[in-house]
């Protein structure tokens, strides 16, 4: 079993703790994000082939995911999980005789009836399950959890847990959790409750929920945060113009017509809960409640030029990231500390430019000097990893500097559980249930009577 110590101890069964042999298993994994190579697809693989082990060779593994458009399909990630598993697989005696999709929940149970030593994947449980969503009071009559009530159930899918879903409620029926699973929750677990040394948040990317990230180190001496790019900054740089005077000479008049267009593409729909986050955040940043590290310079497109300006004149042409001066003061303060780099410093289409990108440039200067470095979110370590050769990543993940998550927007959940007096992530709540059942289980079963 593995105990997960935080507010409370969270006791959860590992796949280690399954008997020595599993009937049918039910796997539920997070591999909703197309790009390549992907950290949740390689978990999702290395699962199903552990899994395969522990099982009768006759057995079915069923398997399913979300798509991140709750009518849209995972036909491409399937076809590359499948890719994937074949080239793993041993070609005389594979683990597995047939992969193979499903599009609803009687197809589900029918290729279960006609198929062995398969993997049967349900595409987009958030199509084919129209409750996932929603779940019922009743859980437990839904012909889903019917359909699984004497399956063997493994949740891999960390990143969902801060969702109350029925293919995660399904585990509080008993489930082991995949290796990933429990290595990923300790930890973020330890990121946050390890509060001897100054640990720095490189914060990015698009989406305005990771400013909720920001909120999340108020009042810790210990956590600081640095604005490594993407909309999400642009958000945020225009609250500390609205409401920051301390910061004045520091920052532009403006964030300029061209950042102003990016935020009306990116936010318009939830402008009104976005704008506030961003002006409640420059309130705390100018009464020092958050500790922030703002970029010295940038880099901006003007009229399809790439230029390093002053912070100040961010106004002049449209963000793309920031700029080196930025990464070498950045890597100075975090000098022989941990940092954690949640979101993409620049857009995947500048990306493609390998030799000339921010990323690049960013990522060395963090490994040459952190002492850990942790790569957070499927899309994140997804555009790290096209940059494998050209920063040499297999050297720093076998000495243990580079350490790659794919828990996405879930560490926020889980920092606010550890911190404040809020539930546990429903999740995992579910998970450690069915771990406690699973583990009373075979306990019963190991016991000796006389």
């Known amino acids: 079993m593995k105990i997960i110590n935080g507010r409370e101890e969270v006791i959860l069964a590992e796949l280690s703790d399954a008997p020595e042999q599993l009937d049918t298993v039910f796997f539920r994994t997070d591999i909703n994000e197309p790009p390549r190579p992907s950290v949740k697809m390689e978990q999702a693989v290395e699962t199903i082939l552990q899994v395969r082990t522990l099982q009768d060779p006759k057995a079915n593994v069923l398997a399913t995911s979300h798509s991140s458009k709750t009518d849209g399909t995972l036909k491409e990630n399937f076809d590359i999980l499948k890719t994937e598993l074949e080239r793993k697989m041993d070609p005389i005696s594979p683990e597995i005789s047939d992969i193979v999709m499903v599009h609803t929940l009687e197809e589900l149970k029918k290729a279960n009836e006609n198929y062995t030593a398969s993997l049967i994947f349900l595409d987009n449980v958030r199509k084919a399950i129209p409750k996932e969503k929603n779940p019922p009071k009743a859980s437990s009559q839904t012909p889903f959890w019917q359909l699984l009530i004497s399956t063997a159930k493994v949740n891999g899918a960390l990143p969902c847990c801060h969702r109350d879903n029925l293919s995660l409620r399904v585990f509080s029926d008993s489930c082991f959790c995949s290796d990933y699973f429990t290595r990923e929750l300790e930890d973020v677990t330890n990121l946050y409750t390890a509060d001897e040394e100054l640990k720095v948040w490189g914060i990015a990317g698009a989406k305005s929920s990771k400013l909720d990230a920001i909120f999340v180190t108020e009042n810790r001496d210990d956590l600081m945060v640095t604005l490594t790019g993407g909309p999400v900054f642009i958000l945020l740089l225009w609250g500390l113009i609205k409401e920051t005077r301390s910061l004045g000479r520091t920052l532009p008049s403006s964030i300029g017509k061209a950042n102003r267009e990016l935020l009306e593409q990116l936010y318009s729909k939830e402008w009104d809960k976005a704008k506030m986050k961003a002006l409640t955040l420059a309130k705390k940043i100018e009464g020092e409640t958050i500790q922030i590290i703002l970029p010295l310079d940038v880099i901006i497109d003007v009229d399809g030029s790439e230029k390093v300006v002053d912070l100040k004149d961010i106004n002049k042409g449209r963000l793309i990231s920031v700029g080196p001066n930025t990464m070498t003061m950045v890597g100075n303060i975090c000098a022989k500390r941990t940092f954690l780099q949640n979101g993409s410093v620049e857009p995947r289409s500048v990306l493609e430019n390998k030799a000339e990108s921010g990323t690049l440039l960013f990522m060395k200067e963090m490994l040459r000097n952190v002492k850990t470095l942790f790569v957070n979110?499927?899309?994140?370590?997804?555009?790290?990893?096209?940059?494998?050769?050209?920063?040499?990543?297999?050297?720093?993940?076998?000495?243990?500097?580079?350490?790659?998550?794919?828990?996405?927007?879930?560490?926020?959940?889980?920092?606010?559980?550890?911190?404040?007096?809020?539930?546990?992530?429903?999740?995992?709540?579910?998970?450690?249930?069915?771990?406690?059942?699973?583990?009373?289980?075979?306990?019963?079963?190991?016991?000796?009577?006389?």
């Open 377 to 450: 979110g499927g899309d994140t370590v997804s555009d790290i990893r096209l940059l494998e050769r050209e920063l040499n990543l297999p050297t720093y993940r076998k000495e243990g500097k580079l350490r790659e998550l794919a828990v996405g927007g879930f560490v926020v959940e889980w920092w606010n559980y550890l911190s404040k007096d809020r539930r546990m992530p429903p999740g995992i709540a579910f998970a450690q249930t069915g771990s406690l059942r699973t583990l009373y289980e075979k306990s019963r079963k190991e016991e000796l009577f006389r």
